[in-house]
């Protein structure tokens, strides 16, 4: 019996997703794909999500399941994991590419696949480089553009992208003709860390219309034909020419996942964010300093914050909330700002014991004789950052040398404009 693996693969990006998808399909034998399609989620309570089974060869299976909760994420949760165990059950598939509809963000799904008892063995996000500035700077509302995955979806096109891109520790990368080096650059320093593969050539929707279905079980091996080795490449213009099969996406898709360092990785308190960099006309400013904001000069200069960089992100503490981690989190010109708990320097001593080795080492790493971890961490990342007005502009909404001197008494009878964003 064959053991089931499952790889997500998710990104706004459609053209970019849809072909590592083919990709896996055709490189990996006996692999099937799973999408469930959110596309009528905000049209309210009666809709219903269709989910569709398919291998490279054509459509297995479809279904329908009706809005949980008017969400189509919740929908989606409650089918996914039954449909998965199925295919486990069934011993026949080798991987199930869960392949996400265009705005559901791969971090709840992986959560959600990991806590099924299911193997996990990726979380892969596409792109095409030629379209992350032009994401990145989309502060337009999903539902504005029809990607709301429920009728309450208040995210945004810029953000939600971030977030797809930031999460995953694989990015298959779309060979585009439209990208240059600076595109290139940008992806390199948003998610330094993540491994980079390519996958080559545009998507074509599988010729299924009218096939028959197939049982459950029933699909189709992705062997090559007859006289053809797994690295053989299709001709140009032959049906399978854009589901080239990389050796390393296939590789990623199967080299599995760790759910709680992913969300380790991505918590503000012990995130790994890029590090500085300058190349092709991309710029990543690491901006790092223990003393706190004032918090009404800060609140002052946020649209020129939000503004300066594609995207910005981090940690940091204000004057009159010192025991307050608060994230930073800015993509098209928006800025969501959220408190993350405590700094760990305000805890005592016992609560330490229930935190997080990962965070516990991240602080040690920051940690001050007298803040301790208390710090400003942000990250900046742009084509044309203005490094040395961004530093002057960060610098001029620290405490003042007097304000400093005050002493956190005085600190915590300033003004708390910040308010409105954290609802206190």
């Not at 330094?192 to 010729?207: C, M, S």
């Amino acid at each position: 019996m064959t053991q089931l693996s499952v790889a997500i693969v998710g990104g706004l990006h459609a053209d970019a997703r849809r072909a590592a998808v083919e990709a896996l399909l055709a490189g990996v034998a006996g692999s099937v794909a799973l999408h469930h399609d959110l596309s009528t989620a905000a049209d309210g309570p009666d809709a219903m999500v269709v989910r569709t089974v398919r291998d490279a060869a054509g459509l297995i299976s479809t279904g329908e399941t009706p809005l949980v909760n008017d969400c189509a994420c919740c929908a989606l949760r409650e089918d996914l994991v039954p449909e998965l165990e199925r295919l486990a059950d069934a011993g026949l598939t080798r991987l199930a590419v869960v392949e996400l509809w265009d705005s559901v963000e791969p971090k709840a799904m992986a959560e959600v696949v990991a806590s099924g008892g299911l193997r996990l063995t990726s979380v892969i996000t596409a792109v095409d480089p030629a379209l992350l500035l032009p994401y990145l700077g989309n502060g337009d509302d999903l539902a504005e553009r029809g990607l709301a995955a429920a009728t309450t979806d208040q995210r945004t096109v810029a953000d939600t992208f971030a977030r797809q891109l930031e999460y995953a520790p694989v990015l298959a990368v779309l060979d585009s003709e439209e990208a240059d080096d600076e595109d290139r650059a940008l992806l390199a320093q948003l998610h330094p860390t993540a491994q980079r593969v390519p996958i080559g050539g545009r998507w074509r929707a599988p010729e299924v219309a009218g096939g028959p279905e197939r049982g459950a079980g029933q699909h189709r091996s992705a062997a090559p034909p007859r006289g053809a080795t797994s690295h053989d490449e299709p001709a140009p213009g032959s049906p399978r020419h854009s589901a080239r099969r990389p050796p390393a996406l296939i590789t990623a898709a199967l080299a599995g996942f760790d759910v709680d360092a992913a969300a380790a990785a991505q918590h503000p308190a012990c995130a790994l964010l890029p590090t500085d960099a300058d190349e092709s006309g991309v710029t990543t400013l690491v901006w790092r300093r223990h003393r706190p904001f004032h918090p009404e000069r800060l609140y002052a200069a946020l649209e020129d914050l939000c503004c300066a960089a594609a995207r910005s992100r981090g940690r940091f503490w204000l004057a009159e909330r010192p025991d307050t981690l608060l994230h930073w989190d800015a993509a098209g010109g928006a800025l969501c700002v959220e408190s993350v708990g405590p700094w760990l320097a305000s805890l005592p001593d016992a609560a330490w014991d229930m935190v997080p080795p990962v965070r516990r080492a991240a602080a040690a790493l920051d940690w001050h004789p007298e803040h301790g971890d208390r710090c400003q961490h942000l990250v900046f990342t742009s084509p044309g950052l203005d490094r040395d007005g961004l530093e002057q502009l960060l610098e001029s909404c620290l405490l003042t040398d007097a304000e400093y001197a005050a002493g956190r008494t005085a600190w915590e009878r300033l003004p708390r404009p910040f308010d409105t964003f954290l609802e206190v």
